[in-house]
């Protein structure tokens, strides 16, 4: 529908002059198939919130556009930037969100169409491990040999690629399936009991959804052009989403870069961009190289990376903004000298007024780096902050208040009534939730259920025969005050605002004074008070919502917020410790990223897989395009790392870095002190970084031999299939429980016999 000429001019009406030409070509697709390869910082965010409002300007109305992100951030922002554009009104009728958001509002209004309660809440990661650790429970499954991550993530990749439990139950192939199926078969079941649907399954569930004719009709009607951002990071389902949301009129932009998928390991799958351009025969692509963040050296040094990568889009980017200086390569002792560089750095920078507190960001591959970095930054007193720390909502005392919130919402909730129904401490102990648990699994009912009968409450609701769970008196006269808690909150919540409920609560329960009695000292009571403190005013951001769907909109909220989103919004006054994983999405003008060796980055872990060697270039490559004016990349010639110490080659991503693309430096002293030794007791040359031969590091004996069983951290029970000696050290093939063999050098692995 579009807008006739002799219509008033939209005082709204979009300035496209200021785009480039690839970014006016992409904004001003006229329709059909679109997909959009946007390199780092080539104003990907600028051209999808500007073709949304020019489609706008067209005369496509703001409420048949879908545009789909990967977290809050970023919708955060892109919706702030329409606001801009077309007003405030007009962007709010757009349909904005993440997958799962936008997955949450679809089930809401047409669930029941396939049995799916229009109430249900949504369980976190953590809720999921609590119930696969009850269900093995349940089953008598060791947690030791089969890890209940390792399970529950079999579980979420199935799920990821479309299958259902049926599916998936038919194409099992060891043993370790096996396992999973029972778990999945008690996990649903468990969901479904507390009216609960987990991440995937707002995504699985949704596709299914659009099997019913009647809805599918109405969401042809409706969306007439589809918007997917970072469609690099995609899943097979999420791919099957983006089609069906568009299948009506045939109009989907995607923007992606496949030089940025480093989130495999979330089931992203980099091919569907290649699966976009097959089953669009007639798309057309638009490439954005323009780099408006980093200097050209900066780029020189991260296009010699990407370069060298596989299978890629043959491409560079490139950038008008000035010269700057030269990536540095520095070389220190090991981790404390490492840290000690990027001190110094900063200090220098804060001191001559070169640099700002928010202007440094240090990168790493695992989190466990930040140790050595934290130490030498608390020594100088430069402030910092830890991305990837205990986020907000997974603090205890804030998710024992979300339980509380939650049983408000939904009194099937097993998993929240778990978590709360002793704490604050009244007297309920294991026996008693153990009787509990038992009595509901046998007349099949929920937890809140058995402590009401228990309590001598609602017994009409239960049938009145049920002869009640055998608890102490003391036990039940508990039970009767925290579900009559509840059920007085139940009713404040439909009249009164969600933060006057939670204030309730927290009076009644007398949860600040058992803060004080639990914690080890004043300040540790204070600093969890004030996470309360803080939960309340967050909930003091829905008193415009009606009472009785403020707290659906809270609990909604939280459960869909990711990691990232924990970031502020605004510039940080201090500098930003975090990984590689995720930095995606952010800049900064200084960035260290440390680590840059062999088994570090690249990960030991993708050493004998080639595609999760590409996805470790790709990751190096994000982290470097992560810098505007000064790239600082390094690595040890010693590291104590993970409770061993040794040497690991210079990553072989430096040896792709030409010689006169980087400044090399190198420390001439161990640390600050007395001490003083060379770094190596050579001359360190540039033809260092085309070997990879490692320095072996003296390390005790490995002690394992063939057919010794093992566990793994993260891998769980295996065992050891065969051994081969590298200098001092070992390499170490491993069966573990999901039938895959693993190669892992024992220095590294932290290999436990069983």
């Known amino acids: 529908m579009l807008r006739l ?27 059909g198939a679109l997909m959009v390869v946007a390199g780092p910082g080539s104003g990907k965010t600028r051209v999808i919130t500007h073709r949304i409002a020019w489609l706008i300007e067209q005369g496509i109305p703001p409420w048949r556009i879908l545009a789909v992100t990967f977290t809050n951030r970023a919708a955060r922002e892109m919706r702030s930037r329409l606001e801009s554009l077309i007003g405030i009104e007009q962007s709010a009728e757009v349909w904005l969100g993440t997958f799962h958001r936008t997955c949450v509002r679809m089930l809401r209004a ?9 109430s249900f809440v949504i369980f976190d990661s953590d809720d999921q491990m609590q119930v696969v650790r009850t269900v093995l429970k349940e089953l008598k499954i060791d947690p030791k040999q089969y890890a209940p991550r390792a399970i529950l993530s079999r579980i979420s990749k199935a799920k990821s690629e479309g299958y259902d439990l049926t599916d998936f139950a038919a194409s099992r192939g060891s043993y370790f399936d096996e396992i999973v199926v029972r778990v999945w078969e008690r996990y649903a079941a468990a969901l479904r009991a507390a009216s609960a649907l987990d991440f995937d399954d707002l995504l699985l569930n949704t596709l299914v959804l659009f099997e019913q004719e009647n809805v599918r009709r109405i969401y042809d009607e409706r969306f007439h052009h589809v918007l997917v951002d970072e469609f ?14 568009s299948a009506g009129s045939g109009n989907l932009t995607i923007v992606g870069d496949p030089d940025q998928s480093i989130y495999s390991w ?4 980099v091919r569907n961009l290649n699966y976009f351009l097959r089953d669009h025969g007639e798309a057309v692509e638009v490439q954005l190289n323009n780099n408006y963040r980093s200097t050209p050296q900066i780029l020189h040094a991260a296009n010699a990376v990407i370069e060298r990568a596989t299978n890629r889009i043959q491409r560079q980017l490139i950038t008008d903004n000035p010269d700057g200086a030269l990536p540095t390569v520095h070389e220190a002792y090991d981790e404390s000298d490492e840290a000690e560089y990027i001190a110094n750095h900063i200090e220098h920078g804060l001191r001559d007024g070169s640099l700002r507190l928010g ?36 603090r205890r005392e804030v998710r024992d208040l979300l339980a509380y919130l939650r049983l408000v919402r939904n009194p099937d909730d097993a998993v929240a009534f778990a978590r709360i129904v002793n704490v604050p401490t009244r007297g309920i102990g294991s026996r008693t939730i153990t009787e509990l648990a038992d009595w509901a699994a046998f007349n099949a009912r929920s937890l809140y259920q058995a402590g009401a009968a228990a309590a001598g409450l609602d017994t009409d609701a239960l049938g009145g025969y049920l002869t009640p769970p055998d608890i102490t008196s003391r036990a039940a006269e508990s039970l009767h005050t925290f579900i009559t808690l509840l059920d007085d909150a139940r009713r404040q919540a439909a009249r009164e605002p969600l933060s006057d409920v939670l204030r309730h609560m927290l009076v009644k329960t007398k949860y600040r004074e058992w803060l004080k009695r639990q914690a080890q000292d004043e300040d540790e009571a204070e600093s969890r008070w004030q996470n309360v403190q803080e939960l309340i005013t967050v909930t003091e951001g829905y008193a415009e919502i009606a009472p009785g769907t403020a707290l659906d909109a809270f609990l909604e909220d939280v459960a869909l917020v990711a990691d990232v989103d924990d970031l502020p919004d605004g510039p940080p006054d201090a500098v930003t410790l975090i990984t590689l994983h995720q930095v995606k999405g952010l800049e900064f003008p200084v960035v260290f990223m440390i680590g840059m060796e062999e088994r570090l980055l690249p990960h030991s872990l993708s050493m004998d897989d080639p595609a999760q060697l590409q996805e470790e270039r790709r990751l190096c490559y994000v982290g470097m395009t992560r810098a505007m004016r000064e790239l600082h990349l390094l690595y040890a010639f010693r590291r104590a790392y993970q409770g061993r110490s ?25 640390t600050a002190g007395a001490d003083v030794r060379p770094a190596r007791n050579r001359t360190v040359r540039w033809d260092d970084f085309d070997s990879f031969d490692p320095e072996p590091a003296a390390s005790p004996s490995v002690g394992l031999k063939a057919g010794d069983e093992v566990r793994h951290e993260i891998f769980g029970h295996g065992v050891v299939l065969s051994l081969r000696k590298i200098g001092r050290d070992a ?24």
């Open 266 to 269: 979330r089931s992203a799958d």
């Open 5 to 31: 000429m002799t219509e008033l001019p939209d005082p709204h009406s979009i300035d496209l002059d200021h785009l480039n030409e690839a970014q006016h070509a992409a904004v001003t697709h006229p329709g």
């Open 232 to 245: 690099q990071d995609t899943s097979t389902i999420q791919y099957q989403l983006a089609r069906v949301w």
């Open 646 to 670: 040794g040497s690991n080659p210079p990553s072989r991503f430096l040896a792709d870095i030409q010689e006169q693309m980087a400044q090399r430096r190198q420390t001439r002293h161990v």
């Open 731 to 754: 390499e170490v093939t491993v069966r573990f429980a999901d039938n895959t063999p693993k190669r892992l050098l024992a220095s590294m692995a932290n290999l436990t016999r069983v």
């Open 359 to 394: 202007d440094a960001a240090v990168l790493y591959r695992t989190n466990a780096q930040s140790r050595p970095i934290e130490e030498s930054l608390v020594q100088r007193g430069i402030p910092y902050r830890v991305v990837g720390a205990t986020r907000f909502y997974d």
């Open 110 to 118: 047409h669930g029941q169409e396939i049995g799916i309660p229009r």
